[in-house]
Nanobody, 124 residues
Framework: QEQLTESGGGSVQAGGSLKLSCAHTEYHYRNNYMAWFRQSPGKEREGVAAIYAIGVSRWYKESLKDRFTISLDKAKNILYLQMDNLKPEDTDMYYC?????????????????WGQGTQVTVSS
């Protein structure tokens, strides 16, 4: 059973940076994709960035690709999301996810395993 544990969230002023981490227990090659999603209360969960677990392909929400970077440390089984030049609209709960099948990398339906989330708050 895959377990995902996010960390690294917090409060930061606009223009600042945060780096989220997601530790996962299963050997990564069993997952086709790993990804970060975010969600605000009353809104749908949206895909932020995804990475192919055994390759180098990455996908980003178009509006975030210049500020966010996803990476995977395969030796440590840790997924990262580097977030730079943060804006108040980036305030959300951020979730780590892992898939077991192929699908659209930034669609939540592709993912089976989810973490509990880590809160990111950006003040103006």
């Amino acid at each position: 059973q895959e377990q995902l544990t996010e960390s690294g969230g917090g409060s930061v002023q606009a223009g600042g940076s945060l780096k989220l981490s997601c530790a996962h227990t299963e050997y990564h090659y069993r997952n086709n994709y790993m990804a970060w999603f975010r969600q605000s209360p009353g809104k749908e969960r949206e895909g932020v960035a995804a990475i192919y677990a055994i390759g180098v392909s990455r996908w980003y929400k178009e509006s975030l690709k210049d500020r966010f970077t996803i990476s995977l440390d395969k030796a440590k089984n840790i997924l990262y999301l580097q977030m730079d030049n943060l804006k108040p609209e980036d305030t959300d709960m951020y979730y780590c996810a892992a898939s077991v099948a192929f699908g659209a990398p930034l669609e939540s339906a592709t993912y089976y395993y989810w973490g509990q989330g880590t809160q990111v708050t950006v003040s103006s």
